[in-house]
């Protein structure tokens, strides 16, 4: 075992300790569970920074795996031994997302020690946060998939209990279920995708099945008759449902909205920096198994989510819902971007994403807090806290505050200088190259009748990206208008709102500083040369088969230099079932795809235009935010009146949640109530009958046993008693009695005898 | 020739009667030697039946034999029976029958 992976697995370990020393002694230590947690979770960020240089700096080429068997299933016919193994696996991104997921969270602690003071669950709450970050550091830990799903689950489990945590309230309670069974539909038909490789390869191990799949698809990787080729689609798309519960992806993106009625520190850590982007690392992680048909779908339903929630957080009042729709719809275009075959992109948007929205949400908690402090024990305490149309100035009152959300904004927004620009634009621009070639792509099929091609629909991706970066903008800078700039809508409230402590404050500037450029590379206008891109994390090979993967018209001039000094792998594909050490190890050197390097050179020739649009993009939005809430802010209403039916639409969200009312709850409930009825008549009835019937001739056969059997009984116990009675008297004791009874039957005999017995007929 | 021939039924008569008044004074005594008395009677009167059997129409002496085992029986009958009185009357200080029912209830 590497020293870096036990380190790493220490501190995955600490929270956990954290998790059961302060769960178990909730009464204690009551008011003062963060110096338990917190300390833990800082040390584990020390041992995660320590872990990350080491692995950054030393050893950016190389890739840790440390497997260990958990359960042996003994031997499988004509396969070998089977077993499940738990391991961990060390890469770039898992190095720098263990950063990310205990900067967040110790960020997040700390927070939450001013944030939740009065909360009657304190010591609860600590605990449960340190839980979760115990389990998402197993999510980005560990090598397979079953240990995968289990950390997975455990993840959305405290995210259930952290939505729920003020349970007393309906609206909490609704919500924490809607979030837990929404995830449950995704995580349902995730586990069926495992299973499907399981069946295949004997193994949870995602390097060993890259490795097998390198190796070709055996003819017996099959479901309902599909060929090996389909279902490996079907297998990436079924895995990529986890994805879509879990990060909130159309149709499954319903729960994260409702989920901001768990506590502010919650949402920043669980429903927009760390959990949700779990999808989004799982579909980077099966990326090298999605064929070409998957990424169009994955692409697709990133590009439809981002679009959605974009359209939908323009309209919303409420502070935190405008947060939650603009996660999803950056969700979104990470998504948009791994299916697009930009994976580093993707991931660096996940890792920026984390820093600026994680402030944004703590900056947002900060202004509920300061308004909650305000109204205690004055009129104003009907006022709706998170509505944005009762605040307004606020940055002349929380400076701090202010200035770190107009930060974060800029950096989602995707102006230059902030890290949220370098990601955007390397998404912009893959999403860009991959619409372009995509779209164009050669079909051998054309030739069949009523042939429709699907893959024209990956041109409108580059459009959504760009509609997208203005609404961003937009309902961005809307929101910072609305919240810090402008007259104070609520003149009394507004004089009693006072600056939060510093313990709220360090850490959203923290955060703030790290939507910075400078942390992820040295120039703010070229992503491509930060050391995210360029040094740490590149998009993984593919494994697919060949005739599986687009093919592209365009074919780089690096692929025919490539093609000479690839080296043949050395495993054939029917000689050995059982990927050695030697076969994963030769993932790393795995040359990449034609089609993605095709994307690559294509991502290079369009990067600068896509860059000048992006930022054009952004400008327009800040600049309409500003024309309709600044300039004239009477405007915006007006405009929200004429597009009735328009705005409603993107008010209510599209109507999904009213549609998911009518076309699943409803009749789920009424399938539900139909099955009760049948439960409660036709189940019981027939119980009930059952029970009758059987106590009707329970006394029939009472009556029989009572009056007959025992009457017989009875009968034979009182004939003999008579006989008894009868015969009694003979009974004298005196001999001479006896003997004149003998006498008498001896003559008797006699006479019987003679005269009866041998009389002549 | 005499006057009455004896024969064999001149001894089953004789036998007969000595039967009946064996089993009457069995039946009427209430003294358990006078009982005991009867039961000799009785004895001798099978006896009888044996002897003239034998002599009118046997081919041996096998009546006889029985009818000396049977006197032999009567001598250790009588003797049991005679002990049987005696502790009766140690016990209870009466040779009657009638009152020895104990074990009627």
Known sequence: MNDLILISLVALGLPLVAFVLVIFNQKALADRAHLISTPAIAFSLVLSLYVAWMKLKGLPLTTFEWSMDWIQFGTLPGYGPLKITVGVLLDNITAILMVVVTSVSFLVHIFSSEYMKLDSRYA???????????????????????????????????????????????????????????????????????????????????????????????????????????????????????????????????????????????????????????????????????????????????????????????????????????????????????????????????????????????????????????????????????????????????????????????AISGLPLLAGFMSKDEILAGVTAYGKLQSTMQHSVESQPFYIDHNAIAILLPFVGGIVTILTAFYMWRQVFLVFFGVPREVSLFERIRESSRVMTVPIVVLAALCLWIWYGPNPLAPESGWFLKKWVRTSAQVIPPQTAPTYAIVPQVLATDDATHEEPEVSPASSPIPSSQTTSTLDRLPQMPHQLALEAERHTVAPIVGE?????????????????????GVASTIGRKLGPLYRFSLRGWYIDEIYEIAVVAPFLFVARGLAWVDDRVVDGLVNATARTTVLLSRVVGWFDRYIVDGIVTLVGATVQFLGLMTRSLQTGRIQTYLAWVVASVVTLFVVIHYVVLAKP | MSLFPVGLYHFLILAAVLFVLGLFTMLTRKNAIAVLMGIELILNAANINFVAFTRYGGVNLGGQMTAIFVIVMAACEAAVALAIVLNLYRRSQTVSVVDANKLRD
């Open chain 1, 124 to 410: 609860r709450y600590f605990a449960y946060l340190g839980l979760f970050t115990a389990a998402m550091m197993g999510v980005i830990l560990v090598n397979n998939f079953f240990g995968l799903y289990m950390c997975w689950e455990l993840v959305g489990f405290t995210s259930y209990l952290l939505i729920g945590h003020w349970y007393e309230q309906t609206g909490p309670q609704l919500a924490s279920k809607k979030a837990f069974i929404t995830n449950r539909i995704g995580d349902a038909v995730m586990w069926m995708g495992i299973l499907l490789l399981f069946t295949e390869f004997h193994t949870f191990n995602y390097r060993e099945i890259f490795a097998l799949i390198y190796q070709g698809l055996p003819i017996t990787f099959s479901i309902f008759g599909l060929s090996p080729e389909t279902t490996l689609t079907v297998a990436g798309l079924l895995l990529f449902s986890g994805a879509i519960a879990k990060s909130a992806q159309f149709p499954l993106h319903v729960w994260l909205p409702d989920a901001m009625e768990g506590p502010t520190p919650v949402s920043a850590l669980i429903h927009a920096a760390t959990m949700v982007a779990a999808g989004v690392y799982f579909t980077a992680r099966i990326f090298p198994l999605l064929t070409g048909d998957a990424m169009l779908i994955v692409s697709c339903i990133g590009g439809f989510t981002a679009l959605l929630a974009a359209t939908i957080a323009i309209t919303q009042t409420d502070i935190k819902r405008v947060l939650a729709y603009s996660t999803v719809s950056q969700l979104g275009l990470m998504i948009m971007s791994i299916g697009a075959g930009a994976v580093a992109a993707g991931l660096f948007h996940l890792v920026t994403h984390a820093a600026f929205k994680a402030c944004l949400f703590l900056g947002a908690g900060s202004v509920i807090h300061a308004i909650h402090r305000a109204q205690h024990g004055t009129a104003d305490s009907e006022l709706d806290a998170q509505d944005m149309r009762n605040m307004g100035g606020l940055l002349k009152k929380m400076p701090i505050t202010g200035w770190s959300f107009i930060v974060a904004t800029l």
């Open chain 1, 613 to 633: 649009v992006a930022i054009g993009s952004a400008l327009f939005g800040l600049l309409l935010a500003w024309l309709l809430y600044m300039l004239r802010p």
